[in-house]
């Protein structure tokens, strides 16, 4: 009742006397019946409805804060059967979900576990086919394997026919070595200072 209270006044819920005052003081100013006096029926109708919902709001948080302030219990009986029946409700509600999800995982863990027995089994089968196909009978041991040499690496191949790339690089490399070779060339040292 009290939570309806502090959403009536559109506030969080609060001990403090002066925001509950704040808050009804600045709904009465919006809904205040004298405000809508020359409007239409239906228009002072609602005014006037929300004017006694923030009024009873107001009323119920006063009351209860005065009763809190003075050390009596702000919960009736009807009050507190009516919570603790919504708490209960909310627990068996929780312990349901609980125990789907309890449930669930376990049957999750049985496929994951069927699934891992299955997967050994397949490695078995392939392991014994491939001891089959090797001419190893099960319960024999699988003979070693020889050694293999350690790979050498190739040689590319070297070219014996003169391609466009190989003889342009040969016409470069000749150029080069005249062009090193003249006095007074780019590629000489005299050039370099």
Wanted: hydrophobic share 35%; no cysteine; aromatic share 4%.
């Amino acid at each position: 009742m009290q939570s309806q209270a502090f959403e009536t006044l559109g506030i969080e819920p609060t001990v403090d006397g002066r925001a509950i005052r704040a808050a009804f003081v600045r709904i009465a100013r919006i809904y205040h019946p004298d405000r809508f006096a020359d409007q239409p029926e239906d228009v002072r109708l609602e005014a006037e409805r929300r004017m006694k919902e923030a009024s009873a709001a107001y009323e119920l948080l006063r009351a209860s804060n005065e009763a809190i302030t003075s050390g009596q219990s702000v919960f009736n009986d009807k009050d507190l059967q009516e919570r603790t029946r919504a708490y209960r409700k909310a627990m068996e509600e929780r312990q349901r979900e609980e125990e789907k999800n309890r449930a669930r995982w376990a049957r999750w863990e049985a496929i994951e576990k069927a699934a891992r027995a299955k997967a050994e089994q397949e490695s078995e089968l392939a392991r014994v086919a491939m001891m089959e196909v090797e001419g190893v009978k099960p319960g024999e041991a699988r003979p070693a394997k020889p050694a293999t040499p350690p790979r050498v690496r190739a040689e590319p191949p070297k070219l014996t026919a003169k391609t466009p790339s190989s003889a342009l690089k040969t016409r470069i490399d000749a150029a080069r070595r005249t062009e090193k070779t003249q006095p007074g060339s780019r590629g000489g040292k005299e050039s370099a200072l």
